[in-house]
C-alpha cells in the first residue's frame, strides 16, 4: 500500500468517519426507462474529492481490499483522488485489474469492498465502485493509459473465449510479452460483457475501449467460430500455438420442462437479452432485433438475470412487465439494489408464483402462463424456505412474451470433442489447481465460469489472470 502521511492518518481517521456521505445521483426513473444509457450520474471532481475523502485509511491489510477478489489497493486510490491526482489513481488500478471501469460499474461493492467497508459500523461505506470509475473516466480524459509491455517472447497462446476470463487472461500475456489470439463464437469479444450484461449497467463503448487498448498491445480477435464444431481445440493448437487458455463461460440457459416452451413468445433470458441490448455487426448472424413483444412480458426468475430481463422490457415501452417468482422477495437469490431500481422504473413482481405451462391463444402464440400459487416450506440445502405448491390453486397470468432467466449450464461441446480433457458431469472443466487453472492436458489452462459455474465478472478475470502468470511459468520451463 502507497504511505499516506501518518500525521494525517493520526488526526484524521476519526473526523473522516463523520463525515456526511455523498448519495450517488441516479437519472429519474421516468427518465432512464426512455434509453438504454446507464442509469448512475458520475461524480463530479468534486463530489470525489469529497467521498475519497470520507476513507479512514484503515491499517495494512484493509478490509476492502482483502474483500476485493483483484487486490485493488482502495485505500491508496482514496488517497490520490482525495489529493485531485485522478489519472495516478487510475493507474493504480491498472496494477491489479485488466477491466477496472467494466468492475466499477458491474462488481455487486455491496457485497465485496463496500460491504467490507469498516464506516458500514457507524453509517455508510466510502462508494468506492463509483470512485474507481470516476478515476478511470478521468483518465481517458487527461492521459490514456499505456501498460510497460515485456520484450517479445515469440511464444503464441491460443484463448478460447473472448469473456472476461479470457480478457484477464490475454491482457497479463500481452504485458508479459506474449503473442495473444482469442478465438470466440460470437462476432466480437467481451462474452457476457457485450452478449449480457445491458447497455443500462454497463455501457458497450466502455467495454469497447478497453478492448481497442487491448488491440493496441496486440490482441488478436477470431471471432464467429465455435469452438468444438467449426474447429477443435486440437486444430487450434496445430496452428503452431504453445499453450492455450479456455474461459467459455457457463453459457447454456436452463430449461423448465414444462408444456409450450417451444411456442413463439417464449424466450430464453440470453437470447432475449442479446436480441434487445445489441445492435449492427455485433448482433450474431443467427439472431435479430426482437419482434413486437406485445402488452405483457413475464420473467421468470428471481436472479440477477430477471432484473436484467425486466429492466430491458420496461425500456422497450411494454405496459405491464411482472416477475414470477416461486419464493418471497426475502429468498430471492438476486441483488436487492437492482430490484430496488427495477421497481422504480416500473416493474411488477408476483412472489410466490410457479408458472407449470405455457398457453396459447387462437392465434397458436403465447397468450397466458397458468401458474401455480406456493407456500413455504422447510428449508432445503442452500438455507432457502423450500416452495410447496398449493394443491387446487391454479391461475392463469396473461402474457404475450415470457422470459425464462433460471441460470445457466456449461456447454458441453468443448469436453465432448477434445481428447484427455477431463469435464465434471456437468460439463464443467476439471482444474488441477484453481491457483493455476492447469487441466488434464499439460499445456491447456482454464478458468472463470467454466470451471466455477456462474459467478462474477471479476472473478472470472482473476482466474483468467493468474492462469497467465501460470502459463507463463509453463512457457519458460519448456525454453
Ligand atoms: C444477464 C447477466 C448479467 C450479469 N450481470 C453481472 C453483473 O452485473 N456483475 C457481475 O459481476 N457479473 C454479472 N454476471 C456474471 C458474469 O457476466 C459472468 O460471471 C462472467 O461474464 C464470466 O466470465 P467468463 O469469461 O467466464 O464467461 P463469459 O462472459 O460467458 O464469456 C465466455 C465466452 O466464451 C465464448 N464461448 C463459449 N463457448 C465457446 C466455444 N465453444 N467456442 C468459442 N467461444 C465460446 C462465449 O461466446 C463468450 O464470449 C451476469 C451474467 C448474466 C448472464
Not at 452478449?195 to 493496441?216: A, Q, T
Not at 463461460?249 to 437479452?273: K, Q
Not at 428471481?302 to 418471497?328: F, Q
Request: net charge negative; with cysteine; proline share 7%.
Amino acid at each position: 500500500m502507497q504511505a499516506v502521511p501518518s500525521e494525517f492518518l493520526a488526526i484524521n481517521r476519526k473526523k473522516r468517519a463523520q463525515e456526511p456521505f455523498l448519495e450517488l445521483d441516479l437519472r429519474p426513473a421516468e427518465e432512464r426507462v426512455c434509453d438504454f444509457n446507464e442509469v448512475v450520474i458520475g461524480f463530479t471532481p468534486e463530489q470525489a474529492q469529497i467521498e475519497a475523502a470520507r476513507c479512514i485509511h484503515c491499517p495494512d491489510p484493509a478490509p476492502c481490499m482483502v474483500a476485493c477478489p483483484t487486490h485493488n489497493d482502495i485505500p491508496s486510490a482514496m488517497w490520490l483522488i482525495e489529493q485531485g491526482r485522478f489519472a495516478e489513481a487510475a493507474k493504480l488500478y491498472h496494477e491489479t485489474s485488466s477491466l477496472p471501469e467494466v468492475c466499477g460499474r458491474v462488481c455487486p461493492h455491496e457485497q465485496l469492498c463496500e460491504g467490507s467497508c469498516v464506516l458500514n459500523k457507524t453509517g455508510e461505506p466510502v462508494i468506492t465502485g463509483q470512485l474507481e470509475v470516476f478515476a478511470l473516466t478521468q483518465e481517458r480524459i487527461l492521459e490514456p493509459y499505456t501498460p510497460e509491455i515485456a520484450p517479445k517472447t515469440g511464444h503464441k497462446v491460443a484463448i478460447v473465449g473472448a469473456g472476461p476470463a479470457g480478457l484477464g487472461c490475454a491482457d497479463q500475456l500481452l504485458r508479459l510479452g506474449h503473442d495473444v489470439t482469442l478465438f470466440d463464437s460470437k462476432p466480437a469479444p467481451g462474452g457476457l460483457l457485450v452478449y449480457g450484461i445491458p447497455n443500462f449497467k454497463l455501457s458497450k463503448d466502455v467495454f469497447f475501449e478497453r478492448w481497442r487498448d487491448m488491440e493496441k498491445l496486440g490482441a488478436k480477435f477470431v471471432g464467429n467460430t465455435y469452438v468444438g464444431r467449426d474447429k477443435t481445440i486440437d486444430e487450434i493448437l496445430a496452428e503452431g500455438f504453445d499453450a492455450m487458455f479456455v474461459g467459455v463461460g457457463s453459457g447454456i440457459d436452463a430449461p423448465m420442462d414444462i408444456p409450450g416452451e417451444d411456442l413463439d413468445g417464449v424466450y430464453e433470458a440470453t437470447d432475449y437479452l442479446i436480441r434487445g441490448n445489441v445492435s449492427g455487426d455485433d448482433l450474431p448472424k443467427d439472431k435479430e432485433a426482437l419482434p413486437n413483444l406485445g402488452n405483457d412480458v413475464v420473467v421468470i426468475g428471481g436472479g440477477d438475470t430477471a432484473s436484467d430481463c425486466l429492466r430491458t422490457s420496461v425500456r422497450m415501452g411494454i405496459e405491464n412487465v411482472t416477475c414470477l417468482y416461486r419464493r418471497t422477495e426475502s429468498e430471492m437469490p438476486g441483488s436487492a439494489k437492482d430490484r430496488k431500481l427495477a421497481k422504480q422504473e416500473g416493474a411488477k413482481y408476483r412472489f410466490l408464483t410457479q408458472p407449470v405451462q405455457f398457453i396459447a391463444g387462437e392465434d397458436g402464440k403465447l397468450a397466458a402462463v397458468e401458474c401455480i400459487e406456493m407456500k413455504l416450506g422447510e428449508p432445503d440445502s442452500s438455507g432457502r424456505r423450500r416452495p410447496v405448491p398449493v394443491e387446487g390453486s391454479n391461475f392463469s397470468v396473461p402474457a404475450t412474451t415470457a422470459v425464462k432467466a433460471l441460470g445457466y449450464w456449461p456447454d458441453e461441446i468443448i469436453g465432448k470433442t477434445t481428447p484427455d480433457y477431463e469435464v465434471d458431469k456437468w460439463g464443467l472443466t476439471i482444474v488441477k489447481d484453481s491457483e493455476t487453472g492447469q487441466t488434464s492436458r499439460e499445456n491447456i489452462f482454464a478458468g472463470g465460469d467454466g470451471v466455477t459455474g456462474p459467478d462474477l465478472v471479476v472473478t472470472a478475470m482473476v482466474a483468467g489472470k493468474k492462469s497467465a502468470m501460470a502459463i507463463d511459468e509453463y512457457l519458460k520451463s519448456k525454453k
